[in-house]
């Protein structure tokens, strides 16, 4: 049972509590879904030497509680150094949505890998068309990029949205270089079946 009865105690206790008795400050304000938290948990964020366990609680909080209030410091975490947080941050901007799209495209051109790679699964997993012209020109750009597996996430993304429009840049992808991101993008094109989808994917198999 938590130590904190309503959720306005767990948000005093930001500013006074430490290890454990923080932790459970954090989460009994996200099973609250106490949105006026969120500024309180972005300022937590601003402290660089908060420690990497607490800011991963912090950032998946802040993803729980799916405020795009939050949505500049998580685009910020998701450049961080910590793998976990990373993960965290990106599993928030799924859970914050459409307000993400232009921060998570932006993030697909950033000189770090990871960020790339996260953009282009985040993006997949937020799309609920493959009609969104500002995901769809982000991704077309993940497809070109010189890592692979930015490649196969992105060819992954656009599977998941059924993009027709993007067959061309998926049937292109079909001569990859990189086996993985072949094998993306004839599962992507299986996926959105339609009569030009049909035609690269049988023209790939009889090579």
Do not use: C
Request: charge should be negative.
């Amino acid at each position: 049972m938590s130590r904190y009865e309503t959720a306005q105690e767990a948000l005093d206790a930001l500013n006074t509590a430490s290890g454990d008795a923080l932790t459970e400050a954090i989460e009994t304000l996200a099973e609250h879904h106490h949105t006026p938290a969120v500024p309180h948990l972005v300022r937590m964020l601003d402290d660089e030497m908060l420690d990497p366990g607490t800011r991963f609680i912090v950032v998946r909080t802040l993803g729980r509680l799916g405020d795009e209030g939050a949505l500049a410091v998580l685009l910020d975490e998701l450049r961080g150094d910590d793998i976990w947080v990373r993960a965290a941050a990106t599993g928030a901007l799924i859970s914050i949505g459409s307000p993400a799209v232009s921060g998570l495209v932006q993030a697909l051109s950033d000189e770090d890998k990871a960020v790339r790679r996260a953009a282009a699964k985040a993006l997949g997993k937020i799309g609920e068309r493959g009609d969104d012209q500002e995901v769809l020109r982000g991704l077309s750009v993940g497809l070109l990029d010189v890592d692979g597996a930015v490649r196969r996430f992105a060819a992954e993304a656009l599977g998941r949205l059924e993009a027709a429009s993007m067959v061309p840049e998926l049937s292109e992808a079909l001569n990859d270089r990189n086996t993985s991101v072949r094998i993306a993008a004839f599962r992507a094109l299986a996926k959105i079946d339609t009569p030009e989808a049909q035609s690269a994917v049988r023209q790939w198999v009889k090579q």
